[in-house]
């Protein structure tokens, strides 16, 4: 079945790093995202790879991909005050296909 | 270009009264899909068109839910009659439909039933 996995709570320092881990279980999915939600807002992309890539990065954020593993990471360099949201890691077969989400991750930053 | 319009933002009723929920995609977008949130957890679909076709309903609950996109352009999703545990928020989201394209969410509806 389809099902994706991600730890519930991440606190970090502000001006490190932030890793958000994620396993998925649906081998078929090609698309795999990482969506932002900020209080009272709806659902930002911040990002997604496609499950033939490795790796992309894009300005503070680098996502990794472990396909043999369904492993899914996305890491936010020098992490700000503005940061601070749930972060959920979902995947789909296409991109328009529905869209399978985990439960999120919810990132504080301490000063 | 405006993004994806839902209305109300907040919804409060009293269970069993029916309600509807109202989504305007992004101009030009094919899909649209409805997305149920429950509370400390992710979006969960619960329809999807492609232009005015459902074409997957399978998690809608038939026997108190409906939507529909006459024309589709816009989109309601409706509950009659709601119940509490259908307190939540009801996201809409668009795409084009093409291959590798975003899907753009609204802000959501939040619902509570007392």
């Known amino acids: 079945g389809e099902d994706v996995e991600q730890s519930l709570f991440l606190s970090v320092r502000e001006g490190d790093s932030s890793v958000i881990n994620c396993t998925y279980t649906d081998s078929s999915s090609t698309y795999l995202y990482w969506y932002k939600q900020e209080p009272g807002a709806g659902l930002q992309l911040l990002t997604y790879?496609?499950?033939?890539?490795d790796m992309k990065q894009d300005q503070r954020l680098t996502v990794l991909l472990n396909k043999k593993d369904k492993h899914l990471s996305l890491r936010i360099a020098d992490t700000q005050t503005g940061d601070s949201a749930i972060y959920f890691c979902a995947e789909s077969y296409s991109s328009a296909s529905k869209i399978i989400f985990g439960s999120g991750t919810r990132l504080s930053i301490r000063p | 270009e405006a993004g994806v319009v839902q209305s109300p933002r907040y919804k409060i009723i009293e269970k069993k009264q029916p309600v509807a929920f109202w989504c305007n995609p992004i101009s030009g977008h094919n899909t649209l899909y409805w997305y149920l949130q429950n509370l400390g957890q992710g979006p969960e679909l619960l329809i999807r068109y492609e232009n005015e076709e459902a074409v997957d309903d399978s998690q809608l609950p038939k026997d108190r839910f409906s939507a529909e996109r006459l024309k589709g352009v816009d989109s309601t999703l409706k509950i009659q009659p709601a119940e509490l545990g259908d307190s939540a928020v009801y996201l809409c989201a668009s795409s084009r439909g093409t291959p590798d394209t975003e899907a753009f969410f609204g802000q959501g509806t939040r619902l509570t039933v007392v």
């Open positions: 790879i496609f499950s033939n890539m």
